[in-house]
């Protein structure tokens, strides 16, 4: 049983950053990774980063490698996507997830919209 709820999503323009995070509560004394996906309207939901909860081992998307940093706070299960320089293509609802033991995705978030103008 683990919660995640996100915020920090918004309307920016093309260039801005925006920082997203995300709460855990509930049993998360089990968890091996977070991570961020996305789904933007007509798409499928696509992977944008991961970081493993206790290593810190980082992967991105190839799409938003060098311009988005995934980090987590292990003391306050918080988990945060700093994006910076954000195009068009990142408007999307931004999801947390959180895995078990392994390292599926079991547990997600309600999601946040983000909104990148041109």
Do not use: H
Request: glycine fraction near 12%; proline fraction near 2%; aromatic fraction near 10%.
């Amino acid at each position: 049983q683990v919660q995640l709820v996100e915020s920090g999503g918004g309307l920016v323009q093309a260039g801005d950053s925006l920082r997203l995070s995300c709460t855990a509560s509930g049993r998360t004394s089990s968890t091996y990774a977070m991570g961020w996906f996305r789904q933007a309207p007509g798409k499928e939901r696509e992977f944008v980063a991961r970081i493993t909860w206790s290593g810190g081992n980082t992967d991105y998307a190839d799409s938003v490698k060098g311009r988005f940093t995934i980090s987590r706070d292990n003391t306050k299960n918080t988990m945060s996507l700093q994006m910076n320089s954000l195009k068009p293509e990142d408007t999307a609802v931004y999801y947390c997830a959180a895995t078990g033991a392994t390292s599926g995705f079991d547990y997600w978030g309600q999601g946040t919209q983000v909104t990148v103008s041109s």
